[in-house]
Protein backbone atom coordinates (compact mmCIF):
# COMPACT_ATOMS: atom_id res chain seq x y z
CA UNK A 1 0.00 0.00 0.00
CA UNK A 2 1.20 3.07 -0.66
CA UNK A 3 2.02 6.10 1.80
CA UNK A 4 0.09 9.30 1.06
CA UNK A 5 0.30 12.77 2.87
CA UNK A 6 -2.92 14.17 4.77
CA UNK A 7 -3.15 17.38 6.61
CA UNK A 8 0.48 17.71 7.53
CA UNK A 9 0.71 13.12 7.80
CA UNK A 10 2.60 10.61 5.93
CA UNK A 11 0.03 7.32 6.73
CA UNK A 12 -0.97 4.21 4.25
CA UNK A 13 -3.37 5.45 1.90
CA UNK A 14 -5.90 3.30 3.06
CA UNK A 15 -5.55 5.18 6.76
CA UNK A 16 -6.08 8.44 4.74
CA UNK A 17 -9.31 9.87 5.46
CA UNK A 18 -11.76 13.31 5.74
CA UNK A 19 -14.56 13.99 6.99
CA UNK A 20 -18.35 13.72 4.51
CA UNK A 21 -18.51 17.73 5.82
CA UNK A 22 -15.02 18.58 3.66
CA UNK A 23 -16.28 21.15 0.67
CA UNK A 24 -14.28 19.14 -1.75
CA UNK A 25 -16.58 16.14 -1.33
CA UNK A 26 -19.72 18.31 -0.95
CA UNK A 27 -19.12 21.01 -3.71
CA UNK A 28 -16.10 19.89 -5.56
CA UNK A 29 -14.76 23.24 -3.72
CA UNK A 30 -10.69 22.77 -4.40
CA UNK A 31 -7.95 22.74 -7.11
CA UNK A 32 -5.49 19.96 -8.01
CA UNK A 33 -2.57 19.91 -9.33
CA UNK A 34 -0.37 16.08 -10.66
CA UNK A 35 3.22 16.54 -11.24
CA UNK A 36 5.23 13.67 -13.21
CA UNK A 37 8.64 12.41 -12.01
CA UNK A 38 10.75 10.70 -13.45
CA UNK A 39 13.89 8.37 -11.33
CA UNK A 40 13.17 11.30 -9.00
CA UNK A 41 13.22 14.22 -11.21
CA UNK A 42 9.97 16.39 -11.45
CA UNK A 43 8.72 17.99 -14.77
CA UNK A 44 7.45 21.03 -14.50
CA UNK A 45 7.41 21.41 -10.86
CA UNK A 46 7.23 25.68 -10.84
CA UNK A 47 4.79 25.80 -13.23
CA UNK A 48 2.88 23.22 -11.64
CA UNK A 49 3.07 25.30 -8.03
CA UNK A 50 2.76 28.35 -9.86
CA UNK A 51 -0.72 27.01 -11.43
CA UNK A 52 -2.04 25.74 -8.57
CA UNK A 53 -1.55 28.86 -6.39
CA UNK A 54 -3.18 30.77 -9.24
CA UNK A 55 -6.14 28.73 -9.03
CA UNK A 56 -6.11 28.69 -4.92
CA UNK A 57 -6.26 32.67 -5.16
CA UNK A 58 -8.99 32.55 -7.98
CA UNK A 59 -11.85 31.06 -5.69
CA UNK A 60 -9.92 32.56 -3.05
CA UNK A 61 -8.18 29.64 -0.81
CA UNK A 62 -5.26 31.07 0.75
CA UNK A 63 -2.44 28.43 -0.42
CA UNK A 64 -1.46 26.48 2.93
CA UNK A 65 2.31 26.39 1.78
CA UNK A 66 5.36 27.69 0.29
CA UNK A 67 6.70 26.52 -3.02
CA UNK A 68 10.06 25.04 -0.52
CA UNK A 69 7.08 23.26 1.49
CA UNK A 70 5.65 21.44 -1.23
CA UNK A 71 8.82 20.61 -3.07
CA UNK A 72 9.26 18.78 0.32
CA UNK A 73 6.10 17.22 0.39
CA UNK A 74 6.79 16.09 -2.83
CA UNK A 75 10.23 14.76 -2.46
CA UNK A 76 9.08 13.06 0.70
CA UNK A 77 6.07 11.41 -1.05
CA UNK A 78 8.53 9.70 -4.06
CA UNK A 79 10.99 8.89 -1.41
CA UNK A 80 8.97 7.10 0.74
CA UNK A 81 6.99 5.29 -2.52
CA UNK A 82 10.25 4.31 -4.23
CA UNK A 83 9.51 0.57 -2.84
CA UNK A 84 5.89 0.37 -4.04
CA UNK A 85 6.48 1.88 -7.29
CA UNK A 86 9.89 -0.04 -8.61
CA UNK A 87 9.50 1.57 -12.19
CA UNK A 88 10.83 5.08 -10.67
CA UNK A 89 8.03 6.51 -12.80
CA UNK A 90 5.80 8.25 -10.17
CA UNK A 91 3.10 10.21 -10.75
CA UNK A 92 2.35 13.31 -7.56
CA UNK A 93 -1.53 13.94 -6.94
CA UNK A 94 -2.01 17.37 -4.88
CA UNK A 95 -5.44 18.25 -3.95
CA UNK A 96 -6.19 21.37 -1.83
CA UNK A 97 -10.40 21.78 -0.79
CA UNK A 98 -11.51 24.75 1.27
CA UNK A 99 -11.89 22.56 4.24
CA UNK A 100 -14.34 20.94 6.23
CA UNK A 101 -17.29 23.04 7.54
CA UNK A 102 -19.86 22.48 10.40
CA UNK A 103 -22.89 22.60 7.79
CA UNK A 104 -23.76 22.76 4.27
CA UNK A 105 -23.43 26.01 3.23
CA UNK A 106 -22.98 27.24 -0.23
CA UNK A 107 -21.11 30.49 0.62
CA UNK A 108 -17.34 30.19 1.56
CA UNK A 109 -16.91 29.76 5.29
CA UNK A 110 -14.12 31.35 7.11
CA UNK A 111 -11.98 30.62 9.63
CA UNK A 112 -11.68 27.24 8.37
CA UNK A 113 -8.13 25.34 7.82
CA UNK A 114 -7.62 23.88 4.03
CA UNK A 115 -8.12 19.77 3.71
CA UNK A 116 -4.14 18.79 1.87
CA UNK A 117 -3.91 15.93 0.51
CA UNK A 118 -1.22 14.28 -1.50
CA UNK A 119 -0.62 10.79 -2.95
CA UNK A 120 1.88 8.61 -5.25
CA UNK A 121 1.00 6.79 -8.17
CA UNK A 122 2.74 4.72 -10.89
CA UNK A 123 2.34 6.32 -14.52
CA UNK A 124 3.63 5.21 -18.16
CA UNK A 125 7.30 5.34 -18.85
CA UNK A 126 8.44 8.15 -20.67
CA UNK A 127 7.52 8.63 -24.47
CA UNK A 128 9.44 6.74 -26.98
CA UNK A 129 11.15 8.77 -29.46
CA UNK A 130 10.50 6.56 -32.50
CA UNK A 131 7.55 6.77 -34.12
CA UNK A 132 7.32 2.87 -35.18
CA UNK A 133 7.63 2.54 -31.32
CA UNK A 134 4.54 4.81 -30.39
CA UNK A 135 1.02 4.26 -29.11
CA UNK A 136 -1.10 5.90 -31.28
CA UNK A 137 -4.04 7.36 -29.52
CA UNK A 138 -7.75 7.21 -31.87
CA UNK A 139 -10.01 9.69 -30.11
CA UNK A 140 -14.02 11.01 -30.22
CA UNK A 141 -14.89 14.77 -30.70
CA UNK A 142 -17.79 16.29 -28.93
CA UNK A 143 -18.96 19.70 -28.32
CA UNK A 144 -18.02 21.22 -25.25
CA UNK A 145 -20.62 20.96 -22.19
CA UNK A 146 -18.30 21.99 -19.37
CA UNK A 147 -18.42 25.33 -17.31
CA UNK A 148 -16.59 28.11 -18.40
CA UNK A 149 -13.92 28.56 -15.78
CA UNK A 150 -12.14 25.63 -17.67
CA UNK A 151 -8.42 27.26 -16.65
CA UNK A 152 -8.82 27.26 -13.25
CA UNK A 153 -8.12 23.32 -12.44
CA UNK A 154 -10.52 22.70 -10.20
CA UNK A 155 -11.67 19.31 -8.38
CA UNK A 156 -15.39 19.63 -9.70
CA UNK A 157 -14.32 17.52 -13.22
CA UNK A 158 -18.19 16.16 -13.71
CA UNK A 159 -18.32 17.51 -16.84
CA UNK A 160 -14.39 16.33 -17.87
CA UNK A 161 -15.39 12.80 -16.12
CA UNK A 162 -18.56 12.62 -19.07
CA UNK A 163 -16.99 13.40 -21.89
CA UNK A 164 -14.23 11.28 -21.09
CA UNK A 165 -16.48 8.24 -20.85
CA UNK A 166 -18.16 9.48 -23.73
CA UNK A 167 -14.71 8.23 -25.61
CA UNK A 168 -14.14 5.21 -23.36
CA UNK A 169 -17.97 4.29 -24.70
CA UNK A 170 -16.90 5.04 -28.32
CA UNK A 171 -13.47 2.56 -27.76
CA UNK A 172 -11.72 5.32 -28.30
CA UNK A 173 -8.63 6.76 -26.01
CA UNK A 174 -9.92 10.41 -25.08
CA UNK A 175 -12.68 12.85 -26.21
CA UNK A 176 -11.52 16.10 -28.06
CA UNK A 177 -13.66 19.11 -27.71
CA UNK A 178 -15.14 22.16 -29.46
CA UNK A 179 -16.96 25.46 -28.47
CA UNK A 180 -20.21 27.04 -29.80
CA UNK A 181 -18.28 28.60 -32.27
CA UNK A 182 -16.67 24.83 -33.70
CA UNK A 183 -13.48 25.85 -32.67
CA UNK A 184 -11.18 23.36 -30.62
CA UNK A 185 -10.39 24.14 -27.59
CA UNK A 186 -9.01 21.07 -25.53
CA UNK A 187 -9.50 17.53 -24.73
CA UNK A 188 -11.26 15.92 -21.77
CA UNK A 189 -7.85 15.60 -20.20
CA UNK A 190 -5.31 16.54 -22.11
CA UNK A 191 -4.05 20.24 -24.61
CA UNK A 192 -4.60 19.67 -28.64
CA UNK A 193 -1.74 20.35 -31.01
CA UNK A 194 -2.19 20.02 -35.17
CA UNK A 195 -0.01 19.88 -37.80
CA UNK A 196 -0.17 20.90 -41.11
CA UNK A 197 2.27 22.04 -43.84
CA UNK A 198 4.84 22.16 -41.07
CA UNK A 199 3.25 24.07 -38.89
CA UNK A 200 2.55 23.23 -35.30
CA UNK A 201 -0.56 24.90 -33.71
CA UNK A 202 -2.54 24.63 -30.50
CA UNK A 203 -5.47 26.68 -29.26
CA UNK A 204 -4.25 30.10 -27.60
CA UNK A 205 -5.05 30.07 -23.78
CA UNK A 206 -8.48 31.71 -22.62
CA UNK A 207 -11.30 30.71 -20.01
CA UNK A 208 -12.15 27.95 -22.32
CA UNK A 209 -9.13 25.47 -22.35
CA UNK A 210 -6.66 24.59 -19.20
CA UNK A 211 -2.95 26.39 -19.20
CA UNK A 212 -1.23 23.16 -19.29
CA UNK A 213 2.04 23.02 -17.96
CA UNK A 214 3.40 20.03 -20.11
CA UNK A 215 1.59 22.22 -23.22
CA UNK A 216 4.11 25.43 -22.06
CA UNK A 217 7.00 23.05 -21.49
CA UNK A 218 6.07 21.40 -25.23
CA UNK A 219 5.78 24.79 -26.59
CA UNK A 220 9.06 26.07 -25.68
CA UNK A 221 10.44 22.88 -26.19
CA UNK A 222 9.61 22.69 -29.99
CA UNK A 223 10.32 26.45 -30.39
CA UNK A 224 14.24 25.47 -28.85
CA UNK A 225 14.20 23.19 -31.58
CA UNK A 226 13.37 25.29 -34.41
CA UNK A 227 10.05 23.70 -35.26
CA UNK A 228 7.13 26.31 -35.71
CA UNK A 229 4.55 26.84 -33.22
CA UNK A 230 1.64 29.15 -33.44
CA UNK A 231 -0.90 29.61 -30.55
CA UNK A 232 -4.21 29.91 -32.70
CA UNK A 233 -7.76 28.88 -33.41
CA UNK A 234 -8.92 26.12 -35.92
CA UNK A 235 -11.85 24.24 -36.21
CA UNK A 236 -13.30 21.09 -36.26
CA UNK A 237 -12.53 20.71 -40.23
CA UNK A 238 -9.01 22.10 -39.68
CA UNK A 239 -8.50 19.21 -37.63
CA UNK A 240 -10.08 16.30 -39.38
CA UNK A 241 -8.02 17.74 -42.53
CA UNK A 242 -4.44 18.22 -40.59
CA UNK A 243 -1.19 16.14 -41.40
CA UNK A 244 -0.58 15.17 -37.63
CA UNK A 245 -2.81 15.83 -34.03
CA UNK A 246 -1.24 15.30 -30.65
CA UNK A 247 -2.55 15.28 -27.17
CA UNK A 248 0.01 16.57 -24.42
CA UNK A 249 -0.68 15.91 -20.73
CA UNK A 250 1.52 15.25 -17.56
CA UNK A 251 0.98 11.83 -17.65
CA UNK A 252 1.06 11.21 -21.94
CA UNK A 253 3.96 13.53 -22.67
CA UNK A 254 3.22 14.17 -26.13
CA UNK A 255 0.86 11.45 -27.39
CA UNK A 256 0.25 10.89 -31.34
CA UNK A 257 -3.60 11.07 -32.35
CA UNK A 258 -4.08 8.77 -35.45
CA UNK A 259 -7.95 8.75 -35.82
CA UNK A 260 -10.17 11.50 -34.84
CA UNK A 261 -13.82 10.34 -35.02
CA UNK A 262 -13.49 7.69 -37.22
CA UNK A 263 -11.64 9.44 -39.53
CA UNK A 264 -7.60 9.11 -39.95
CA UNK A 265 -5.48 12.10 -39.51
CA UNK A 266 -2.90 12.26 -42.62
CA UNK A 267 -1.90 8.86 -43.53
CA UNK A 268 -2.93 7.34 -40.25
CA UNK A 269 0.30 6.50 -39.10
CA UNK A 270 2.41 8.64 -36.41
CA UNK A 271 3.93 11.37 -38.14
CA UNK A 272 7.52 12.86 -38.90
CA UNK A 273 7.11 15.99 -37.00
CA UNK A 274 5.76 13.99 -34.13
CA UNK A 275 9.04 12.14 -33.87
CA UNK A 276 11.14 15.22 -34.13
CA UNK A 277 8.86 17.26 -31.37
CA UNK A 278 8.71 13.77 -28.73
CA UNK A 279 12.98 14.81 -29.33
CA UNK A 280 12.64 17.94 -28.29
CA UNK A 281 10.58 17.74 -25.64
CA UNK A 282 12.41 15.12 -24.09
CA UNK A 283 15.55 17.26 -24.44
CA UNK A 284 14.10 20.10 -22.30
CA UNK A 285 11.48 18.76 -20.37
CA UNK A 286 13.90 18.65 -16.95
CA UNK A 287 14.76 22.38 -17.70
CA UNK A 288 11.13 23.69 -16.95
Same mark, same amino acid.
Not at 119 to 122: I, R
Not at 184 to 195: D, G, H
Not at 239 to 242: E, N, V
Given at each position: MTIAFLNGEYMPLSEAKISPMDRGFLFGDGIYEVIPTYSGKAVGFKGHTSRMSQGLDAIEITNPYSGDEWQTIL????????? @?IESGNIGVYFHVSRGTD????????KNIAPTVFG @?? @??IAPPQPTAKTDAKPFK??? #?QDKRWQRCHIKSTSLLGNVMH? #????????NETIL???????????? +??? @?????? +????PPLNHELLPGITRAIAIEAFKQAGLVVTETWFSKDD????DEVWLTSSSKEVAPV????GKKIGSGEVGDIWEKAISAYHAYKFQA
Open positions: SSLIEKNKV @FTKRFHAYP @FA @FEVAL #QY #QAGVDAGVYNSEGMITEASS +CNV @FMVKDG +CISTLLAAVEVE
